[in-house]
Every structure is written in C-alpha cells, then in structure tokens.
C-alpha cells in the first residue's frame, strides 16, 4: 500500500512524520462501504480518528497505514483492499513473489510478475517493455474502476517498485513516472512515493527506468522471503539507500560531457541522490568521483587521440583539462608515455601500455 515516507528516513528516535494523503485511508474504507461493513476495528488499530477521515488536508504515518491495510486486508479477506471484481485472498501477492523469486534477473522475475498478475485479476493488466535502454512498468485498465482507480494505480505500481528493489537489494531510481488522471489535491506525495516528479493526464500509468537493471541478479533467497512476508508493507515501500548500478551511471554522465567540469553536485542532481550520497555509495563500491572522472577522461582522450588529427592543445581541452601541461603530465601518468608518443604508436600499429591503477588525484 502506497505509504509516502521523506526521501532521506529520519532517525528512528525523531517522530514519525505524518505524510500520507487522508485520501488513501478513505479508499480503503470505500472498499468497506462496497461490503457493507464498517471500518471502525481497522482504523482503531491504525489510531486514526473516524472524523478525520472526511478532512481532505489531514495526513498519517507510514505506521499508521501500514496497520491499517494489514486490517483491513485480513478482515476483509483482501489484499487488493476492493480493487478488483474479485477478491484477492490473503497471501496473493506473496504467491506472487515465490513465483517470481527463482528468477535469475531482475528482468525474469518482473516479466513473470506481470505475468501472474494477470492470473489473479484481469481489470488491469502490467507490461514490462524496453525501448532503446529504458525499461517501462506500465498499468492498463481493463474496467473502469471506479473511485478506487487512484488508490489502485499507485499502489499496484509503487509496490511493483518496492519489491524489485528488495529482490536486487538496490534502490531501483526512476527516470519518469506517468498517471492518467488530472494531478489530485495531493500530487506532491507523488514526489516521496516514487522519488521522481509525476506527469499527470498521460495515456496510462507507466514507471520509466534504466534498461540495465534488468540484468541486475536477485539477491533475495526462499528464507529471506519468508522472513519478509511476516511484515511485508514496510520493506515493500523503503527507500533504498544503495543503487548497485551507481558508478555505472556515474560513467555514463561523465561519458557523455567529459568535456565539462562535472562536480559532485552536478553530477548527484542528474542522478537524483545528494553529493553526500554520491559519495558514500561510490567509497561502498571500491570507487571515487576522481577516479571515474580520470577514467572518462583518459578513455575520451585515447579515443581522441587514435581516431582523430586534432592537435594535442584540442585533445586536452575536449578531455576536460585547463591546460595542455596538465594533459600531458595526467596522460603520461596512465599510459607511460606522451600524447605524442602514444598516437604514433597507435597508427603505427603497436600495444599502447594498459594504464595503471587510478589511484591519485590528476592535475586539471
């Protein structure tokens, strides 16, 4: 269920920030209405107050909602919580995700999601697609459903998200993400929800992410679900901290402007991460923003250098370096030989020397 928690987690001594939208918490008593039963046991568990369901500006903690559809799931035998025009039993969705787990990739395992999912409910139905290295999540309606439709979309997607994260135990960052309705009161819980901004009115909801992650292998085994179907809200919705492709991304953006002088909080913004966690994550992966500049730097003037007659000066500049010196010194640093040296040798047709570990800070 769709629990909207800040991107960075406070410490767990502060209180609980109440961010989620009241609009939920009345969905899921209008799937109480549609049974002809009252919520009153389930939003007693949760603590929240009748009254305040009608109140449009009130918010709840993750806490609370997560206690509040557990109750309600179980009493009304529901874990799709009125969704659908059939029930989902207690332990559907668990079903699911032991049919998906023995999958080799991330790639198999949300294929087979999607696939599944068709088997237990046929109002929607869920697409993965890849189109020129984006990979696309997508949801269409097969019925109209109604007032539950926006309760339903982002949950059946955010807990799509939440469980492939926690199959490659990677956060899983979004490129893009798409709703076919007219953005609610409440669209800036959208931002928190899926950690990127939402585009209303689209033709279906979609969540758009790199292809790559696909290939990602599951780190999760039969006992590690076991333990996590227990409570499985919470894990299901965490924002996760570690992106296992992180300096893979890091490569790309710098590939892509070596030329630029690309810091830290440049380079943390495309990514949509602070600096402080750029850097954190890239120490936990044996890797630095230096060495990956130097990295894209030595490999976009070697490139240069065998492909091209651009004078040396050139060469340093489109490698994103102040000065020619400085270059030259970086380049013999790598290589063991000049920029000169090394595009004779190169169109003579010699081995260049493999470079050495980049373990020092080169002058720019």
Known sequence: MPTATAAHAAPTA????????MTFVRAIAHAYA???LDPARALAAAQIAPGSVKDPHARITALQMEALSAAAMRELDDEALGWFSRRLPWGSYGMLARASISAPTLGLALRRWCRHHALLADDIGLHLDTDGGIATLSLSEHRDLGALREFCTVSVLRNALGLSCWFIDSRLPLLDTAFPF?????AAVYALLFGAAPRFGAPRAALR?????LALPLRRDEAALQQMLQRALPLTVRQYRRDRLL?????????QAPEQACSAESLAAQLHVSARTLHRQLKEEGASLQSLKDEARQQRARDLLHRTDRPIKQVAEAAGFASEKSFMRAFRHWTGL??????????A?????PPPPLTGRSSA
């Open 338 to 347: 000049s920029p000169t040296e090394y595009r004779r040798r190169q169109r």
């Open 34 to 36: 549609q049974r002809g």
């Open 182 to 186: 007219a953005a609610p009161p409440h």
């Open 209 to 213: 992410f790199d292809a790559r992650y």
């Open 349 to 353: 047709g010699a081995v260049a020397t």
């Open 247 to 255: 300096a893979q991304r890091v490569r790309q953006a710098l590939a």
């Open 14 to 21: 502060r209180p609980p920030v109440a961010a989620t939208p």
